[in-house]
């Protein structure tokens, strides 16, 4: 398993990556450089994709700090909202295989240790 089991499913890529990124910190505000710090992508490779995440409405404009441009992942987008309908399920069906992966450890140790 890799970073995360969003990207090991969509692929690690840098939407992918700053998508997560939001996705984890839904509900905060960031700076441009904060996003690209946080998705681990240069600041160059974010500049290119957020027209595109601004124009579909993925991230909205929250508010100015100075001359700072803050953004939020929009959670009133339909599209975000499936896309976060989709990682919530990833992380449930990932934390379930892992607790029966545990639970099946568990019971061989007891076997083990009781004969």
């Known amino acids: 398993m890799g ?3 969003f990207i090991d499913t969509f ?10 990124m939001l996705l984890l910190g839904r509900g905060l505000d960031y700076s441009i450089s904060d996003i ?5 992508v240069t600041r160059v ?6 027209d595109k ?9 929250t508010r100015r ?4 441009q803050l ?11 499936e896309i976060l309908r989709v990682y919530m399920t990833l992380g449930r069906l990932n934390s379930e295989a892992y607790f029966k992966t545990q ?6 140790m007891k076997f083990a240790v009781s004969h």
């Open 45 to 50: 490779t974010f500049y290119k994709m957020l």
């Open 3 to 5: 970073e995360s089991v």
């Open 103 to 108: 639970s099946k450890k568990k019971t061989v």
């Open 53 to 61: 995440l601004k124009k579909e409405e993925i991230i909205i404009p």
């Open 65 to 68: 700090l100075g001359n700072m």
């Open 11 to 20: 692929g690690n890529t840098p939407y992918i990556r700053v998508l997560e």
């Open 71 to 81: 953004y939020t992942l929009n959670v009133k987008n339909p599209v975000v909202k």
């Open 36 to 40: 690209a710090r946080r998705a681990k």
